[in-house]
Structures are given as C-alpha cells and as structure tokens.
C-alpha cells in the first residue's frame, strides 16, 4: 500500500451502512488526510466525546433524516483506550456496523508507546521509512532513534561538533516542529555520552523554542564582535565582558556554512532582531549585515525586499498541513507590518509585488480552506488548532493540580500583524517577558458572536444555534465547561469590556482565594477597528498607542503575580477592504457583516449570489443547518462601492489565523 491511510479508508465503502461505529484509540480517524478521505467518500463524523453534546448533534442532523427515509453515511468515532466500542450508547450499538483501528496494526514492529506520541501528521514519514527498511523487532530505544531518524532527520551520533547541533536546532525550531518529549529525552541521552557538549544547557536549548532562539541573540552580538575584530587585525580576540541569561558557550560557528543559510530568515522574519555596532558601516556590507542595525528606513527596506522574496517561495500548497500556513502567517504578518510602517515611502514597484503576492496568498489560502478547513474542527485539543479546543487544552494545563490557576486573554479583533504590534510595547517596557507564540484558526464566518463564544464554549457553534447572534450566553458556556471539568462555580471568574479604565473589581476577583480560572474579554482593538478610516496602518498606530498605555500591562502583571499560567489569544483578525456594494435583501439575512452575510437557506443565499458572482458560498461546517454564509470576495466588503474600510468575518489569513500566546515572567 501506498500510504498507512489506505488499511483504514478502505472500509468505508458509501451505502454499505448509514450508521458505523469506529473504536479508534489512537486519533487516527483525526488525521488531516483520512478526514479528507472520508468526506471525499460521502461520509461524516462526529466524535463522541460529551454524550449531551453527541446526542444533540445525532438526533438533531442525522436521526431526523433517517425518520424521512433518507440515507447518510455517518461514522461516530470513540477514542476510549480501551480500544472498544462499549462506551456508546445501546441505541446505537444495535444500529452500527463496527469497525476498529489502531497504531499496533499499522506499524507491528515498533515500540506502541512511542509511535502513539508522535503527530498523526507524522506517521508518513514513519510508514515509508519502515517500508524500505527490513525491521525486526525494534525495542523501545531502538525505536525512539529509528523515528529520530527517519521521521525528524537526527542522527545523534553524528553530531559531533556545534554546528552539527546548530543545524539540527534550527531546522527543528524555525519550523516550530514538534517532537515528542520521549524523543527529546532520548536525543539528550545519546548527546550527553560524550562531553562535547557539557556546557551546554540541551535540556531546554532542544526542547523550548523560545530559549533556543533567546539563547541565539545573546550570542549574535558576540559574533559580531569577534567578526569585526578579525577584520581589524587578523586573528585579534575582543575580551569585552558579557553578560548572558542564557548559559552556554560564549562563541557560536554563526560563520558554518550549515547555519549561514538560515540567518537571513531568521532576521527577516524577525525571530531574531538585529543590534547596532561600533563598525556597523563595514559590517553591512558583508554577509552578516542583515544582523546589524544600520538606518532605519534602510533596514526595512532591505528586510522587506528580502521577505517578499522568501514567502513567494513559500506559499503552501493544496493538501498543505494546517501547520505550514501557521508558519507562512507569521511572516505573512511580519510583511504587513513592515509594509504598512513604511507605506508613504514605498516604490511603486514594491507595492505592485506585495499586491501581487496578496493575491496568490489569498487564492492558496481560499483553495485550501475549501478542501481541508472541514478537517480542522475534530482534531485533537492538544495542541490546539482552533478556538474551540482552547478550554479543553486550557484544562489539560491545569491537571490534576488542585492549586493550579490559568487566564485565558482574547482581544477581540486582534490579528496577528498587530499582535506583533503589541508583542514590541509589551517588551520593551517589561523584558522579563517571554511569549511562546503558537496558532489557531478561528471560527468561519469570522464573526466575533460565532468565533468568540467557541473560545468560551470549547464547543463548535453548531451546539449553541440560540445564541450565535449574539455573545450574551459567553459566562455561561465557559461557566458550564469548567464545572463539567470539576471546578466549582466560585472558582471561575468571567469579564468582558476590559481593555481601558480600573482594574479594581477585577483585581478584587481575581484576589479571591479561591479563583483558580479566568476567562477575559479585552473589546479596546474592535472598538478600535470599527471606527478605523485610516487602514491597515491606521489600525497598527491607534493599536500601537493604546500598548503604550499601562492598562494591559498591568492587567497581565496582575494574573503573573497572583499565580495565574496567562495565554492571549483573539477570536479573528482584520484586514483592509474595498466596498462592492450592499445586498439589497431586506429582512432575509440573519446577521449582516461587511464581510460576510449568514442566510436561513440556500435559495436566499443563492439570489443574492447572482448579484456578487465572486462571492463565496460557505457550507456550514461546525455550525447550525440553518447558518449559511455568503462570504465577501478578496479583499472586498459588501459595503458602499469603493469605500475602504477594515472588517473580518470572511476568510483571508489575516482573519482566521491568530495567535494563542503564553505570557511568562522570567525570574531576575
């Protein structure tokens, strides 16, 4: 066979039963790949996880139908451990055919424990390499290394020198690849055998990417200065004092032609920031000059050149992993900042490439969500892809930790671009701060009363239809998730319209000795963005200002200090659009957005398709039957024609993928 998928879609065969019951242990009917298969095949899923929420969407969508004689193929997949299917309800039992499916069947050779903490994404690598290796037996050990290997390109025993290990590091961290714990644990194992690499922290430089690149910062100065001093006189060695909060080697081979490759990326996608320099003149005109501060308009400019080039080459293809566009959209956003900075003096050949590249970016993107987008909202909370999984991962941090507390931040309507915004005034008036930046998708249509109360629910939208025009039931959902979690209703603190003015009856709750969640809605950058004339640049300056003020600061000193694991997050982004004109549909849509409209039924939606052909029809994926989105074309909102104005609620990167942030205070 020619993929491990091919042993499980080949039993879902359409028409042969309209109910199938899949005991499925290990995830794997949640993998991006097998979802597409199985829609392709006519069938759909729905986990059983919460049995009301089951039973809601069961009766509600498929039941029903059977009553009118219709048929469905629909699977319902049940993760239990046990690897059976006796956790389901009678009703259902008797009604299904059943299958089962795990990772022991797929890969008989290795080690379970260690195949299972692997990505799902992952088992492609592992599948081909055990079809072209003739595998005994392999143990536990020889099975972590055989993966190393074959599946993440380390062979420890070959990394005999600094940039054997800078190379590997940086493959794994500019790609926020994720490599299981047990994995790491056996990397360092086999690292530390030899003493190469005594003075090296390995325990966090390989496991924690924000280290790893704070670690690479602190060094690149040094570098710098030893670079500059060679040129000088040849071999002279600068013994000028540091002081690093990283330990570790003092020099790194930055030099090796290995590491060389990935410096201009790095910088110029700003996951390392260039320093000024006494010889900075001289500096810029060599390789590293990318790395060191010279003019600022300068600086941008060469950057921004160099971004074009590098996400051009960069956009994700069609069966893309949702991973590669979290990746591409935080460059993508590196570029509209910068882009947006130095608008007034950017050469009109600049702006045609960005604008062309704008529309590649959107194409893939729209192209991509229509094949794989549906895939999205099933899989695993951990980590999470979503805004609907937050809760759910929210509550894997806490644990069994009785004394745990956790924050959950959403700033409405911030997108990633300003986020980045935020990200510079946050540090540069706290450096304690460390943010460990990851991604999730928000809900389509981008609309904050569907996408904001997921955030909240830890639920898809199709399980609250009541109140998905508005967020008034959001204390309530996210009230009801962490009892149903086993917290106590005084332990769970909800706020909205944060974002200026006192913070004292919130640091009076938030002071309760028995306040251990908190879920807060921060409203200052929609209200902000609603009342934006000025764009994209606009937007960044008044978000920018409002950073600058102490409110948000001390809004995160106050959960830090009280104990709280804090993570930020928003429930869509924004983007600058031009007016195409109004629907004239009276009283027909059930909501109305400048990007988008939401329609009772296909034959209202469809008559005002006829008026904007480039429109998008949205199937509701996660969401109420009678929900259907008429979403605005690119870069277009249905509002005056040749108005332009920033809005969400369609789909463009810029809107649906925002950042979940881990807000941490390092200790001095």
């Known amino acids: 066979m020619s993929s491990w998928r091919d042993q499980i879609l080949r039993d879902f065969t359409p028409k042969v039963a309209r109910l199938t019951l899949v005991a499925d242990p290990d995830g794997l009917l949640l993998e991006e790949g097998i979802l597409e ?77 260690v195949v299972t903490s692997l990505d799902r994404g992952d088992l492609d690598a592992l599948y081909e390499a055990q079809n072209n290796h003739a595998l005994g037996q392999l143990g536990e050990n020889a099975t972590k290394e055989f993966v190393l290997r074959h599946v993440f390109g380390i062979a420890p025993e070959l990394i005999k020198q600094p940039s054997d290990l800078l190379r590997v590091l940086l493959r794994r961290h500019y790609r926020s690849r994720r490599i299981p714990i047990v994995l ?17 922290p390995l325990e966090t430089l390989i496991t924690d990417r924000e280290v790893f690149f704070a670690f690479l910062q602190e060094r690149w100065p040094i570098f710098l200065d030893r670079n500059a001093a060679k040129g000088a006189s040849g071999v002279r060695e600068n013994k000028k004092p540091y002081s690093l909060a990283i330990e570790g080697p003092l020099y790194l081979p930055f030099e090796h032609h290995d590491i060389r490759v990935y410096i201009d990326n790095l910088f110029v996608e700003g996951l390392l920031h260039s320093v000024s320099h006494d010889q900075a003149d001289s500096l810029s005109k060599t390789w590293v000059g990318i790395g060191v501060r010279t003019a600022t308009i300068e600086d941008r400019s060469c950057r921004l050149g160099k971004l074009i080039d590098s996400l051009q080459t960069s956009i994700p293809v069609d069966d893309a992993k949702h991973t590669d566009w979290f990746h591409f959209a935080r460059g993508w956003a590196e570029l509209i900042l910068l882009a947006s900075d130095q608008a007034e003096a950017l050469p009109e050949k600049t702006r045609e490439h960005i604008k062309i590249l704008q529309a590649k970016v959107d194409a893939g993107f729209t192209a991509w969500l229509f094949k794989r987008y549906a895939g999205l909202v099933n899989l695993p909370p951990v980590p999470p892809v979503m805004l609907h999984h937050l809760p759910r991962f929210l509550a894997r941090q806490v644990g069994k930790d009785r004394n745990g507390k956790i924050a959950l931040i959403l700033v409405d309507g911030l997108a990633m671009d300003q986020w980045l915004v935020v990200r510079r005034e946050l540090a540069s008036r706290q450096p304690a701060f460390r943010f460990r930046e990851q991604f999730v998708f928000a809900w389509i249509p981008s609309l904050t009363s569907v996408s904001r109360q997921t955030a909240f629910a830890g639920k898809a939208p199709i399980f609250f239809p009541n109140s998905i ?174 108005k332009r104005i920033v809005s969400h609620g369609g789909i463009s990167v810029e809107e649906l993928i925002v950042p979940l942030v881990q807000i941490e205070r390092m200790s001095e």
Not at 56 to 62: C, L, Q, R, T, V
Not at 184 to 200: G, H, Y
Not at 531 to 541: I, Q
């Open 37 to 113: 298969g199985i829609r392709k095949r006519g069938f759909e899923l729905i986990p059983f996880e919460d049995n009301i929420a089951f039973r809601y969407a069961y009766e509600s969508k498929f039941r029903s139908r059977w009553d009118r004689g219709e048929h469905t193929d629909l699977v319902v997949v049940l993760h239990s451990q046990a690897g059976d299917l006796s956790g389901l309800p009678y009703d259902l039992l008797q009604a299904g055919r059943r299958l089962s499916f795990n990772l022991g069947d797929i890969f008989p050779n290795l080690s379970p424990s």
């Open 184 to 200: 790491d644990e056996r990397f360092i194992q086999i690292l530390r055998q030899s003493t190469i690499f005594d003075d090296w």
């Open 469 to 642: 025009q508005s967020t008034d039931k959001e204390p309530a959902l996210w009230a009801q998730f962490w009892v149903d979690q086993g917290f106590t209703p005084n332990e769970i603190v909800y706020f909205k319209g944060l974002g200026d003015g006192s913070l004292e009856s919130f640091s009076e709750a938030l002071s309760h000795p028995k306040t251990r969640v908190a879920g807060l809605v921060v409203d200052k950058v929609d209200k902000i963005m609603h009342g934006m004339e000025m764009g994209t640049a606009g937007m960044h300056n008044q978000v920018c200002q409002w950073a600058k003020l102490p409110y948000l600061n001390t809004l995160l000193d106050l959960l830090l200090d009280r104990g709280f694991r804090v993570y930020l997050t928003s429930d869509h982004g924004n983007v600058e659009a031009e007016g195409c004109g109004r629907p004239a549909e009276g009283a027909m849509a059930n909501l109305r957005g400048e990007r988008v409209r939401i329609y009772p039924d296909v034959a209202l939606r469809s008559k005002v398709k006829e008026r904007f052909p480039a429109a998008l029809e949205w199937d509701p994926v996660g969401l109420p039957e009678d929900c259907l989105a008429l979403l605005a074309p690119a870069r277009q909102a249905f509002v005056q024609e040749n």
